[in-house]
């Protein structure tokens, strides 16, 4: 079964611009360390790494989740 984004609930356009900043920040950092092949701050600035399907998805659906009751 595959699960689909659903823009009528949870629409990114309300994301407030301190979200977007904050993301920004740490995509700059992770561009910052890759440059500079940093290994170490690669791995502490990324999350666990994701092996199989099965943890794919059970992610994202945590991700739905937390976006879900925050709206």
Same mark, same amino acid.
């Given at each position: 079964?595959?699960?689909?984004?659903?823009?009528?609930?949870?629409? !990114?356009?309300? &994301? $407030?611009?301190? #979200? @977007? +900043?904050?993301?920004?920040?740490?995509?700059?950092?992770?561009?910052?360390? *890759?440059?500079?092949?940093?290994?170490?701050? !690669?791995?502490? &600035? $990324?999350?666990? #790494? @994701? +092996?199989?399907?099965?943890?794919?998805?059970?992610?994202?659906?945590?991700? *739905?989740?937390?976006?879900?009751?925050?709206?």
């Amino acid at each position: 079964m595959e699960e689909r984004y659903n823009a009528n609930k949870l629409p !990114l356009g309300k &994301l $407030s611009k301190s #979200t @977007i +900043f904050k993301g920004y920040k740490v995509l700059k950092r992770l561009s910052d360390a *890759i440059d500079r092949f940093d290994m170490k701050a !690669l791995e502490q &600035l $990324s999350g666990d #790494t @994701i +092996f199989t399907r099965t943890q794919l998805k059970v992610e994202a659906l945590a991700e *739905i989740e937390v976006a879900t009751k925050s709206y």
